[in-house]
């Protein structure tokens, strides 16, 4: 009869609750750890659209979309080392903006694109689009507890310190956890800079990254 009751729950919270107390059900249900991080997801969100409407001295969270929007529409090439062309947008040379704050990022960008034009990308941004990737970062930076103790419980490593931390992508990526580490300063990622900084990086879509 008890295996009977377990199998007639219609969630994973409810048959865990059955088993080990409501605590571990809690704990353990991926549905409200998914529903936990859609919230804080969504709160962050709310958070970073405010603080952009105040960058910008704007009305409105509208008008703040509208400007992201226009960020979006602007464009600029990119031509890499072997002469191949690409359009970024605003919101990708703020990606670019905060990813050469770290060594290792930077030295991708260089390699692939060249000093002297990553230079020029940079200097297309206001001001207060700085300020606005800046604060992307920062709360990016915030979550660093939570992918530590992640790491810690797939790979079973510390990330170690990480330098201006900001999500980065490749033409060949390496795992998430992977690129936390090359990024950090733990001895082994040191070793591991000379090759991967080889790898050409790809400019995403700020907004995307925090």
């Known amino acids: 009869m008890e295996n009977v009751y377990r199998q007639g729950f219609t969630n994973i919270y409810s048959m865990i609750n059955s088993i080990a107390g409501k605590e571990i059900a809690q704990k353990l249900d991926p549905q409200l750890a998914e529903n936990r991080k859609e919230t804080a997801i969504f709160n962050e969100t709310k958070r970073i659209a405010r603080r952009g409407v105040e ?9 703040f979309v509208k400007r992201l929007h226009d ?3 602007e464009k600029f090439e990119l031509v890499d080392v072997d002469g191949l062309k690409i ?5 990708e040379i703020l990606d670019i903006y905060n990813s050469i704050k770290n060594d290792l990022i930077k030295e991708r960008y260089y390699n692939a694109f060249g000093k ?7 200097s297309n941004l206001t ?4 300020r606005l990737a800046d604060m992307m970062q920062r709360s990016v930076k915030s979550y660093k507890d939570v992918l530590n103790d992640r790491n810690i419980e797939i790979t079973g ?9 900001w999500p980065s992508s490749s033409e060949s990526t390496p795992d ?6 090359m990024q950090s300063e733990t001895p082994s990622a040191m070793k591991q ?9 790809i400019p995403k879509n700020a907004w995307i990254r925090c």
């Open 116 to 122: 002297d034009q990553i230079d020029i990308m940079i």
């Open 157 to 165: 490593r510390d990330m170690g310190v990480i330098e201006n931390y």
């Open 193 to 201: 800079r000379s090759i991967s900084s080889k790898v050409i990086p």
């Open 87 to 91: 359009e970024v947008s605003k919101m």
């Open 176 to 181: 998430f956890y992977d690129d936390i580490k």
């Open 55 to 63: 960058i910008f001295d704007l009305k409105n969270k509208n008008e």
């Open 127 to 130: 001001a207060n689009e700085m």
């Open 71 to 73: 960020m979006t529409a």
